[in-house]
Each structure stands twice: as C-alpha cells, then as structure tokens.
C-alpha cells in the first residue's frame, strides 16, 4: 500500500505545528525534518504525537552514532519511525533496528551518500531493517543530481 509523506522542515515551532493541522487530514506521514528535529527537539514530537494520533510520524535523526541511545527517546515519546544514514556503521544501523523493534516501530535506513546502494540495501535488510529510503540531499540536488540518477 502507498502511503503519502509530508516534510516538515521550518525551524519555527508554531509554525510546523500550524502547517501539520493544515496537512495532517491528507497525508499519512508527518515527517519532522532534519533542521526541525535539531531545532526544536522531542518537545514538538510530543506535541505533534498529542495532536495527530491517526499519522504515522517519522523522525529525521539522520542518526550516524549511538543508534540505541539516540533514537529511544524519540520512540519513547511517539515516534513510528526514525532515520538512519546508510552509511554509518552496522552496529550503529542495528542498533536504531532494535530499538525500533523493542516499541515495536520501524527504523528506516536513508542512504544518502551510499555509492554502492544495491549492496548497502542487501547488508541493511539482512540486519532486519524495515523502510530503505533512497534520498538525494539538498546540496547534492542543488549540483545537479536527481534520485533518479541515484537509482
């Protein structure tokens, strides 16, 4: 089943809770962007989880260290599903996978800056990862790459 995912990236915390009660009713996903979640912190996940029960919420840690450590209060407080980067370590990929799995939640791998992508998939799905996201970042768009060329 497709579900539909929408970024919320502004570093005004009002203003992303405004824009998830205008978008919330037509998405499935709310995802609280990378900028967002470093700015404002688990705070605004807690209040977003209050407020939009029925969405799924992922959380854009883009974590690269301390997967265990550094998700679990995320999920904690409402997270469905928190990111990790391709390419850090295993244990670090695992580590967000089994945290994951212990609030019974998803972890999803983003490989952004992965060269091998085919190879990086088959090594994370080994190690029970449950979303693989291909993702081409802003500076990497803004020199001309596109997701397609990724894939």
């Known amino acids: 089943m497709a579900l539909t995912q929408m970024a919320l990236d502004s570093l005004d915390f009002d203003g992303t809770v405004a824009l998830a009660t205008l978008v919330a009713p037509h998405v499935d996903i709310l ?73 019974g939640k998803k972890a999803q791998v983003d490989l952004i800056n992965v060269a091998d992508k085919a190879a990086k998939t088959k090594e994370v799905v080994a190690a029970g990862a449950h979303i693989i996201g291909v993702h081409t970042g802003l500076d990497q768009q803004a020199a001309g790459q596109t997701p397609f060329n990724d894939l």
């Not at 470093?38 to 407020?51: C, D």
């Open 31 to 103: 995802e609280i962007g990378t900028p967002c979640i470093k700015h404002n912190g688990v705070k605004l996940l807690e209040v977003l989880r209050a407020k939009f029960p029925n969405n799924k919420i992922l959380v854009d840690l883009k974590t690269m260290d301390a997967g265990f450590y550094e998700a679990e209060p995320f999920y904690k407080a409402g997270a469905d599903i928190c990111t990790v980067l391709g390419c850090a370590d295993i244990g670090t990929i695992k580590g967000i996978i089994d945290v994951a799995n212990k609030y």
